[in-house]
Each structure stands twice: as C-alpha cells, then as structure tokens.
C-alpha cells in the first residue's frame, strides 16, 4: 500500500488574544492508502488541529503535510480548493448538513461546482450514495426530519459522493447515542473495505479504536503511540 497521507514534523501555534498556543509539538505520520485509522486522544489534545492539518483546511506553523508525495504548502489556493474538492471528504461530529436543503440535495451539493459532471451524472451519484448509507428512501427529508444517526449517514453520502481518496471524520460519534454510533461506525468500515477509501477518523471513545486497523494516540499535541493491526494483533510502535 502506497503513503496517500505523510506529516512531517508538522506544529501548530495558535495565537489567541496575543497569547501563544502550541497545539501540535513535531508530529510526524505516514498514512497508507485503504485503511482505518483512528486518532484517539482526550479533548484539547489536538486531534480537530491534525486533521484541518491533513485536510488542507489549515496550514502548519512547522513542519510540511504530504498529498501523494506532493507538499502542500507549494500549491496555488485554486489548486488546493481542487485537491480538497476532489481527495478529501469531510464529516463532522455535528453533521453540519444545510438545514432547507433535502437529504439528497445536501449530497448534491458539492457536487454543484463539478463542472466536469452533468445533472443526470449529479442526480446518479445521489442516488447512489445515498442507497449506499440506506437512504434510498429519505431523499426528500429536511435534515429536521431524520434522526441524529440518519444526518450522519446523509453526512457519510455527501462526503463520498465526490470519489475522495481520503474521509476525514472528526468525532463522527460524538452526538449519538452508543448503538447508533457502533451502526455509523460499523458502515463507515464496510464502505472502507468496499470502496477502498482511507478513512481517518477522531475519538476519545475507546470502543471506537477497536474497530480501526491503524490507532495513533495523541496527548497535549504529541503523538505518543502507533499501532498497527495485522490479522488479529497489534503490533506497538512508539511514536517518534
Ligand atoms: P481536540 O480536537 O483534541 O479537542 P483541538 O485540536 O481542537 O483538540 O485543540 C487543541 C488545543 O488547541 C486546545 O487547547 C484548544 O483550545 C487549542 N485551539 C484549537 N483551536 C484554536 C484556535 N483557533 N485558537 C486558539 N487555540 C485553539
Ligand atoms: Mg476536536
């Protein structure tokens, strides 16, 4: 399996009222295409700051975030804004779905700047994702008439919907109940296996972590702890 992802020596300082924050202490990371990894950490421990950071919603203090090889840093704002709308799908822990579109617009929606697709190859997708989360039926609902677990799986379509390389979910559980989240979780796995799709996703929930094939441990911006499963094992490595 190939690096999709690399994070090399990345900080990040915040300044806040004059004050300075180091959020992020020399991390480094490579991320192998087609897994599960799960980045687990307590809250303020920097696990919102790396992943803006691999998504390319933020740019480091130090350090360099690698795409295919490819330093992001040396990319135009037009580039970046297509590599994000392309590689990268994004779901949040409060779903961040538009409230007065439907279920199937919402998937829609970022699809509308793809001036390489057509609306008959638009309305396809919709369809399809949504099928694929098992929605088929609730395309014309508001996200005020689905439940928590139904806007996140709306969440997981529209993410899906542009073919990304890469899911980036932070805290996807967070605002559910324990047997929804499990059943977001479980489909969140399936559709990795299934599409190939590298899902990266933030917990402090330590059911969470078992289900991931990659755990990274993050403590007051520091990674701490790598693991790696291969069958049915762990295997530990500690961070550098
Ligand atoms: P987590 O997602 O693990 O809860 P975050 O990455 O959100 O952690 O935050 C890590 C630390 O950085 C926290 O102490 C938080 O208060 C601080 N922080 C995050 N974003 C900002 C910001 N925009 N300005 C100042 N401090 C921030
Ligand atoms: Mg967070």
């Given at each position: ?18 004050q300075m924050f180091q959020a992020l ?87 509308l700047r793809r001036n390489d697709l ?23 609902r508001r996200p005020n008439q689905l ?94």
């Amino acid at each position: 399996m190939g690096v999709v992802v690399e994070v090399d020596r990345v900080s990040k300082v915040y300044e806040l009222g004059g004050q300075m924050f180091q959020a992020l202490k020399s991390v480094s990371l490579a991320i192998e295409e087609g897994v599960f990894m799960a980045i687990a950490g307590p809250s303020g421990s920097g696990k919102t700051s790396l992943l803006n950071l691999i998504g390319c919603i933020d740019t480091p203090s130090g350090g360099r975030i690698l795409i295919d090889g490819v330093d992001v840093a040396g990319k135009s704002a037009d580039e970046l804004a297509d590599l994000r709308n392309r590689t990268i799908g994004f779901i949040f822990q409060t779903f961040n779905l538009l409230p007065v579109l439907s279920a199937a617009e919402n998937v829609e929606y970022p699809l509308l700047r793809r001036n390489d697709l057509t609306a008959a190859e638009r309305r396809a997708r919709v369809k399809h994702f949504l099928n694929l989360v098992g929605l088929s039926n609730f395309g014309g609902r508001r996200p005020n008439q689905l439940s928590g677990g139904q806007r996140q799986r709306v969440a997981i379509a529209r993410a899906l919907a542009v073919e990304p390389r890469i899911v980036l979910a932070d805290e996807p559980t967070a605002n559910l109940d324990r047997k929804t989240g499990d059943e977001i979780l479980k489909l969140m796995r399936s559709l990795n296996k299934q599409l190939g799709t590298t899902f990266i996703f933030s917990t402090h929930d330590k059911r969470v972590m078992a289900m991931a094939d990659r755990l990274v441990r993050i403590s007051d911006g520091e990674l701490t702890l790598l693991g790696v499963r291969t069958a049915d094992r762990w295997a530990y490595v500690k961070a550098r």
